[in-house]
T-cell receptor, first 115, second 118 residues
């Protein structure tokens, strides 16, 4: 158990709809990352938050947005959904200390199916 | 632009033998490299890492080798066990943060599916 919790595990919705994915990081971790894994692809970085502030942005579509709340949990909002948004969405957390690298710890993901 | 490449989508190895998974990268700014293991219906799990100041890091049955001049790293698993059957992802980032937390984000390869044959 990585300590990172993602809900829901599965989500099935129709095109044009909006969904919210939720992530609770490991206790003490300040950074949250969102990744997307499409079929047979690697994990594509979407966005990172650190202690409530956006820190880095990857190839995140304008239809997608995220935020990190004061209790450090994070939500990824996906709107105007398209068939191509069907994927596994992973959240990861870490606690950067500035003294070196710390690996990211991943949740079990949310599988989104857009029909 | 795939900055981290795993050119072998799959690999099958006999139980007890050595498994060697390979990874190439193109971004010379990458300074820290990690291997993750992923079982179906689970998230990736951190396995082992190596900093660019080293060329080898060992943890039990797992050893990662880094060849910076060739921009190549490999993961050796000896001896291979059935429980090692999983998808293995290579990942990299730009190293120590020096206050720039954007360097933490990992760039992943597309993964290699390892199957250990009993």
């Amino acid at each position: 158990d990585s300590g990172v919790t993602q809900t829901p595990k599965h989500l099935i919705t129709a095109t044009g709809q909006r969904v919210t994915l939720r992530c609770s990081p490991r206790s003490g971790d300040l950074s949250v990352y969102w990744y997307q894994q499409s079929l047979d692809q690697g994990l594509q970085f979407l966005i990172q938050y650190y202690n409530g502030e956006e820190r880095a942005k990857g190839n995140i579509l304008e239809r997608f947005s995220a935020q990190q709340f004061p209790d450090l949990h994070s939500e990824l909002n996906l709107s105007s959904l398209e068939l191509g948004d069907s994927a596994l969405y992973f959240c990861a957390s870490s606690s950067p200390s500035g003294r070196g690298n710390s690996p990211l710890h991943f949740g079990n993901g949310t599988r989104l199916t857009v029909t | 632009d795939q900055q981290v490449k795993q050119n072998s989508p799959s690999l099958s190895v006999q139980e007890g033998r050595i498994s060697i998974l390979n990874c190439d990268y193109t971004n010379s700014m990458f300074d820290y490299f990690l291997w993750y293991k992923k079982y179906p219906a689970e998230g990736p799990t951190f396995l082992i890492s190596i900093s660019s100041i080293k060329d080898k890091n060992e943890d039990g049955r797992f050893t990662v080798f880094l060849n910076k001049s060739a921009k190549h790293l490999s993961l050796h698993i000896v001896p291979s066990q059935p429980g090692d059957s999983a998808v293995y992802f290579c990942a990299a980032n730009k190293g120590p943060f020096r206050g720039d937390f954007g360097n933490e984000k990992l760039t992943f390869g597309t993964g290699t599916r390892l199957t250990i044959i009993p």
